[in-house]
């Protein structure tokens, strides 16, 4: 009696790779989707993401110039003509409110892409060579975290220019220290790993080991550390703006907080000049701070059960 045999398919590392990524988002997104603050947290932000993007929409870029408000009273409370009132010069300020969660927005994602990236270079580059590469760039990292971050961002946006894109940098910048010392630490017990001494034994170079085996590792916590670092680049913006070092030329809810302050309308209690801006940092900060609770939830076995 023979034996046929029966043809076996092949299946390549790339493909069980990628099947395995597949079945791990899987099961991340069930997870996150179970997690309530965390979709609520996710709700707020579509929220806020969908009125900036929608914002040339709701209102005209021309009613943001001071031409808008001639003839228009200053200070005005609510009404139907203006859902919050105008501000010191007549223009609409719910114009203002939308308009700034364009750049407001703008300048927490850009300045967490900047710190979250020269974060996780410096962490990674650290803690995995370590010597004195590791020591220098420890050095430069204890030097950010002593130096206060309010002054240097001033002198820098001072010197460099408040355009929105030099402040999302500027703050980029000055806030990747702290991210830095955690993926440090991280990457120090990842290259420990029995999976990563094989992987050098069988001869990988250290792009292999740092792409395949480290970066893997440390991913979910550079992904709650940006979700973190998220609401900490908004608050520094309102200050930075709040303090007049904000884009002259473009509304921010920081800024619109300035001109509260230099207007009187804070004297004045004028609550629909600064309460808006107020309520809406705050929300978006507190959404963004739950999302990365939510994430370390996922991805720390230990909190789970809290």
Same mark, same amino acid.
């Given at each position: 009696?023979?034996?046929?045999?029966?043809?076996?398919? #092949?299946?390549?590392?790339?493909?069980?790779?990628?099947?395995? @990524?597949?079945?791990? $988002?899987?099961?991340?997104?069930?997870?996150? @989707?179970?997690?309530?603050?965390?979709?609520?947290?996710?709700?707020?932000?579509?929220?806020?993401?969908?009125?900036?993007?929608?914002?040339?929409?709701?209102?005209?870029?021309?009613? $943001?110039?001071?031409?808008?408000?001639?003839?228009? %009273?200053?200070?005005?409370? &609510?009404?139907?003509?203006?859902?919050?009132?105008? *501000?010191?010069?007549?223009?609409?300020?719910?114009?203002?409110?939308?308009?700034?969660?364009?750049?407001?927005?703008?300048?927490?994602?850009?300045?967490?892409?900047?710190? +979250?990236?020269?974060?996780?270079?410096?962490? +990674?580059?650290? =803690?995995?060579?370590?010597?004195?590469?590791?020591?220098?760039?420890?050095?430069?990292?204890?030097?950010? !975290?002593?130096? %206060?971050?309010?002054?240097?961002?001033?002198? $820098?946006?001072?010197?460099? =220019?408040?355009?929105?894109?030099?402040?999302?940098?500027?703050?980029? +910048?000055?806030?990747?220290?702290?991210? =830095?010392?955690?993926?440090?630490?991280?990457?120090?017990?990842?290259?420990?790993?029995?999976?990563?001494?094989?992987?050098?034994?069988?001869?990988?170079?250290?792009?292999?080991?740092?792409?395949?085996?480290?970066? &893997?590792?440390?991913? %979910?916590?550079? $992904?709650?550390?940006?979700?973190?670092?998220? &609401?900490?680049?908004?608050?520094?913006?309102?200050?930075?703006?709040?303090? =007049?070092?904000?884009?002259?030329?473009?509304?921010?809810?920081?800024?619109? !907080?300035?001109?509260?302050? *230099?207007?009187?309308?804070?004297?004045? /209690?004028?609550? /629909?000049?600064?309460? %808006?801006?107020?309520?809406?940092?705050? #929300?978006?900060?507190?959404?963004?701070?739950?999302?990365?609770?939510?994430?370390?939830?996922?991805?720390?076995?230990?909190?789970?059960?809290?």
């Amino acid at each position: 009696m023979s034996v046929e045999a029966v043809p076996t398919t #092949a299946v390549s590392p790339r493909r069980m790779a990628w099947a395995r @990524r597949r079945r791990s $988002l899987t099961h991340f997104l069930r997870q996150f @989707r179970s997690d309530r603050a965390g979709m609520v947290g996710v709700a707020v932000l579509v929220l806020f993401v969908v009125v900036a993007l929608a914002a040339p929409l709701l209102f005209s870029s021309d009613e $943001l110039r001071a031409s808008a408000g001639r003839g228009e %009273p200053t200070l005005a409370l &609510p009404s139907s003509e203006h859902w919050l009132g105008t *501000d010191e010069i007549g223009r609409d300020l719910l114009a203002q409110l939308v308009w700034g969660s364009r750049i407001s927005l703008f300048i927490g994602l850009v300045g967490t892409l900047v710190a +979250v990236t020269i974060g996780s270079l410096v962490g +990674v580059t650290a =803690g995995f060579f370590g010597g004195r590469i590791g020591g220098a760039l420890m050095a430069v990292d204890d030097w950010f !975290l002593v130096i %206060p971050f309010l002054p240097l961002a001033i002198v $820098l946006a001072a010197v460099l =220019g408040s355009s929105a894109m030099i402040l999302a940098v500027v703050i980029g +910048v000055t806030s990747w220290a702290g991210s =830095g010392r955690i993926l440090r630490a991280q990457v120090l017990s990842a290259k420990e790993r029995t999976f990563v001494e094989r992987s050098r034994a069988l001869g990988a170079g250290s792009w292999h080991v740092v792409s395949r085996h480290v970066l &893997p590792q440390v991913a %979910p916590l550079i $992904l709650a550390t940006a979700t973190l670092t998220v &609401p900490a680049v908004i608050l520094s913006e309102s200050a930075l703006s709040f303090l =007049g070092f904000g884009d002259r030329f473009r509304p921010s809810w920081g800024k619109m !907080l300035d001109g509260a302050l *230099d207007s009187g309308a804070i004297t004045l /209690n004028r609550w /629909n000049y600064y309460l %808006p801006p107020g309520l809406c940092i705050m #929300a978006v900060v507190l959404a963004f701070t739950v999302i990365g609770r939510s994430l370390e939830r996922i991805f720390d076995p230990r909190l789970r059960g809290r």
